[in-house]
Structure formats: C-alpha cells, structure tokens
C-alpha cells in the first residue's frame, strides 16, 4: 500500500469528487492522531507510544543544549560515554536542572561531566546539566512522528495498519458528509482496529519485559567505579 493508494481508496469510500482536495489534508490528521497515542477505547483513556516510532541516535557535543532532529514525540533515554561505556542520565524537569545546577561548572570529573538531562520540546533541544567540560558522546533514544507523505511513499503504518488511516480519514470528512449512515460503522471499525494493534503491542512489550536496575552515573563515579557489570535494560 502506497499513499497514493490510500488517497485512492479513501476517494473510493466517499465517491465525492468535491471533496478531492481535502483528502490528503484529512490522511494526514488520520496518522498524526494515531501516532499521538491518545485515544478512548472501551470507555477508558489510553496513551500508547507505538514501538514503530522508537528511534535512535548518537551525538557528540560540548554544548549544554543538544539539538535534536524534528518530529520529537517522546524522550526514551539519554546516556553519556564515559571510559568506553555508556550510562544513563537522569531525567529532570528544566527548572529542576537549573535549579540543582545553576551555574557553568568547574573542571574535573565528576562535577563538570552531565548528569541530568531535561526535554525542551518547544526547540526540540535536550539541555544537559552540569556544563559540559569537554566534548561528550550522547547515546538518544526516542519516539518521533513520521514524516509527511508524498504520493509515492509507504511507511509502517500504510504496511501493516493502513485501514486505520483509511477509517480515520472518513471519519475526519463527517462534517463535510452529514447524516451518512455508514460513519457509525467507519468509527467502530477504527475502534476495533485501535484495540487490536494497542493490545498487539502491549503483548510485545509485556513479552520483552526484563527487570530493569537503573544505573545511576554520579553514584557510579563517586565510588571510583571505572565500569559497570550490569546492563541497563530498556
């Protein structure tokens, strides 16, 4: 399934050809809404980061703001290279970070390598405190948004769920298609759709759980430790 596809069929269901114009406008609301993971399903409230959007990256800098590529949803971790090995930094909220770290920090090791991280989302930027002393390799895991689709493009979601984006798109033209009688079951169709791939992935993730030991770098570093043994599972 391409875009062009999608478009296609999405066309197909409304068999409206004023409505042409806005069907590209209402596939992208339909994957933006998925992607955000915000959803009521069965009466309930439920947030979902889909593992499709899990990304990745590694960063060198010696700045204390991290430029971060566009389309961020959702920090999953920060880790720092120290000594060939990578640890994780602690989340803190950015009044907190500057709070506990007010100032640029001296040199030496511990005091002047970064500790805590905090998410800008507004930039799209991850301020690391304290002042980096040096250049360090940052180790960025994290959801992002895909991209906007061209005609040809296919994706995840056009691969494996495409009919929530077809359902989610004819139910976006509701207002233009008043009293149509099949919007009661394009909206049960894309809730049913929502369940199954929510319920998919909470069983993924259930099955790749592990327990977890947090590695915390200060604590690490403050009792001379020059490695770690145990592996930080994410």
Same mark, same amino acid.
Request: negative net charge; glycine residues 4%; proline residues 4%.
């Given at each position: 399934?391409?875009?062009?596809?999608?478009?296609?069929?999405?066309?197909?269901?409304?068999?409206?050809?004023?409505?042409?114009?806005?069907?590209?406008?209402?596939?992208?609301?339909?994957?933006?809404?998925?992607?955000?993971?915000?959803?009521?399903?069965?009466?309930?409230?439920?947030s979902v980061n889909w593992s499709c959007m899990k990304k990745r990256q590694t960063?060198?800098?010696?700045?204390?703001?991290?430029?971060?590529?566009?389309?961020?949803k959702e920090i999953r971790w920060v880790k720092i290279l120290y000594e060939t %090995?990578?640890?994780?930094?602690?989340?803190? @909220? !950015?009044?907190? &970070?500057?709070?506990?770290?007010?100032?640029?920090? =001296?040199?030496?090791?511990?005091?002047?390598?970064?500790?805590?991280?905090?998410?800008?989302?507004?930039?799209?930027?991850?301020?690391?405190?304290?002042?980096?002393?040096?250049?360090?390799?940052?180790?960025?895991?994290?959801?992002?948004?895909?991209?906007?689709?061209?005609?040809?493009?296919?994706?995840?979601?056009?691969?494996?769920?495409?009919?929530?984006?077809?359902?989610?798109?004819?139910? %976006?033209?509701?207002?233009?298609?008043?009293? @149509? !009688?099949?919007? &009661?079951?394009?909206?049960?169709?894309?809730?049913? =759709?929502?369940?199954?791939?929510?319920?998919?992935?909470?069983?993924?993730?259930?099955?790749?759980?592990?327990?977890?030991?947090?590695?915390?770098?200060?604590?690490?570093?403050?009792?001379?430790?020059?490695?770690?043994?145990?592996?930080?599972?994410?």
């Amino acid at each position: 399934m391409t875009y062009a596809n999608l478009l296609a069929e999405i066309a197909l269901y409304l068999n409206r050809t004023d409505l042409s114009d806005r069907i590209v406008h209402w596939a992208d609301l339909a994957k933006r809404d998925v992607e955000r993971g915000q959803f009521i399903l069965d009466g309930k409230s439920v947030s979902v980061n889909w593992s499709c959007m899990k990304k990745r990256q590694t960063t060198s800098s010696d700045e204390a703001y991290i430029t971060m590529p566009s389309l961020i949803k959702e920090i999953r971790w920060v880790k720092i290279l120290y000594e060939t %090995k990578y640890y994780d930094l602690v989340q803190q @909220d !950015p009044q907190a &970070a500057l709070t506990i770290y007010p100032h640029v920090s =001296g040199t030496g090791i511990p005091e002047a390598m970064p500790k805590i991280y905090s998410f800008l989302d507004e930039q799209s930027e991850i301020l690391v405190r304290p002042t980096p002393d040096q250049s360090y390799t940052y180790d960025i895991g994290f959801y992002a948004y895909s991209a906007e689709m061209t005609v040809t493009d296919t994706n995840w979601w056009l691969t494996n769920a495409w009919e929530l984006l077809l359902y989610g798109a004819l139910i %976006k033209a509701e207002p233009y298609i008043f009293n @149509d !009688p099949r919007m &009661a079951t394009w909206k049960a169709l894309y809730e049913e =759709g929502l369940m199954k791939l929510a319920k998919a992935e909470k069983s993924a993730t259930d099955a790749g759980k592990s327990m977890v030991v947090q590695a915390y770098l200060p604590a690490q570093l403050r009792h001379g430790a020059r490695s770690f043994d145990i592996e930080v599972l994410e």
